[in-house]
């Protein structure tokens, strides 16, 4: 069954970096493109990047872009955020999430149970 | 950037009613239109893509219709289970754009 396992969040003071990782299992991770979406406590869903099955591809929320990374390792099954200058609004629980490719366009099916990022001194 | 609008926030059913929930783009998506379930303290769940079409293994009390920029969610035979918040979200052009949710609970 397809499984996907957020890490790596914790507890980091505003600008500082943090790398979360989604590990993916029972599907063929390399044909998929897989997105990262964030809650911030109490509010509502915000996506937050995208990277294509062959990681050629890469877009980002204006609300990241410039300190955001996404990447990928497709012989480790595995997914990456690499975060910098974190601020105080990047506190959220991250979900990574996989999509599906149809009709020129492609939307999530299947999300992690997501890890938690705070950023505060 | 497509700004994406749910009504109503929040709603109060009993078991068994049948509840609709609005989704409303800010321009046409044709059907580019996805809903999500998260229950309390859970991640989210895909229910619905291409605006009417149930992802493998939801149940088919829960339908949705609609195109270009309107879109509704309908519960049939609310159930305790479903005490949720539901989001809308548009996958037409990035940056996907998520509704700001509609809390649905039990009377």
């Known amino acids: 069954q397809v499984q996907l396992v957020e890490s790596g969040g914790g507890i980091v003071q505003p600008g500082r970096s943090l790398r979360l990782s989604c590990a993916a299992s029972g599907f063929t991770f390399s044909s998929y493109g897989i997105h990262w979406v964030r809650q911030a406590p109490g509010k509502g869903l915000e996506w937050v990047a995208v990277i294509s099955y062959d990681g050629g591809n890469k877009n980002y929320a204006d609300s990241v872009k410039g300190r955001f990374t996404i990447s990928r390792d497709n012989i480790k099954n595995t997914l990456y955020l690499q975060m910098n200058s974190l601020r105080a609004e990047d506190t959220a629980m991250y979900y990574c999430?996989?999509?599906?490719?149809?009709?020129?366009?492609?939307?999530?099916?299947?999300w992690g149970q997501g890890t938690l990022v705070t950023v505060s001194s | 950037d497509i700004q994406m609008t749910q009504s109503p926030s929040s709603l109060s059913a009993s078991v068994g009613d049948t509840v609709t929930i609005t989704c409303r783009a800010s321009q046409g998506i044709t059907n580019y239109l996805a809903w999500f379930q998260q229950r309390p303290g859970k991640a989210p769940k895909s229910l619905i893509y291409?605006?009417?079409s149930l992802h493998s293994g939801v149940p088919s009390k829960f339908s949705g219709s609609g195109s270009g920029t309107d879109f509704t969610l309908t519960i049939s035979r609310l159930q305790p289970e479903d005490v949720a918040t539901y989001y809308c979200?548009?996958?037409?052009?990035?940056?996907?754009?998520f509704g700001p949710g509609s809390k649905v609970d039990i009377k």
């Open positions: 999430a996989k999509e599906v490719y149809s009709d020129s366009s492609a939307y999530l099916d299947f």
């Open positions: 979200q548009q996958y037409q052009s990035y940056p996907f754009t």
């Open positions: 291409a605006a009417s």
